[in-house]
């Protein structure tokens, strides 16, 4: 079984900084990409970000120079460093990875992890 557990939400104010942790385990070979999605209140899901294993990262347009993605693909963990947060910041964070179980697995799998809630009010 694989599950991803995330942490390190919360309630802070505007111009103030949070970070995000999440953490892969169970029966894993390898993880290719991990990522970020946030939805909030009456919205759809949305990407924020992303890294690969080769270390190529994206961003949305909306935190770009904000948000700061990084991975320690040995302990299976992706952060998500959070600064000069805005209202508009606020939601569920969703973690989320591809990955496969054995080398001989051709298609990874996609998996979500459960949320954080980020609140930014002022």
């Known amino acids: 079984q694989v599950q991803l557990v995330e942490s390190g939400g919360g309630s802070v104010q505007p111009g103030e900084s949070l970070r995000l942790s999440c953490v892969a385990s169970g029966n894993i070979f390898s993880i290719y990409t991990m990522g970020w999605y946030r939805q909030a209140p009456g919205q759809q899901r949305e990407f924020v970000a992303e890294?690969?294993?080769?270390?190529?990262?994206k961003y949305s347009d909306s935190v770009k120079g904000r948000f700061t993605i990084s991975r320690d693909t040995a302990k299976r963990a992706v952060f998500l460093q959070m600064d000069d947060l805005k209202p508009e910041d606020t939601g569920i964070y969703y973690c989320?990875?591809?990955?496969?179980?054995?080398?001989?697995?051709?298609?990874?799998?996609?998996?979500w992890g459960q949320g954080t809630q980020v609140t930014v009010s002022s």
């Open positions: 890294i690969t294993l080769s270390n190529v990262i």
């Open positions: 989320n990875v591809d990955f496969i179980r054995d080398m001989s697995e051709k298609t990874y799998h996609d998996l």
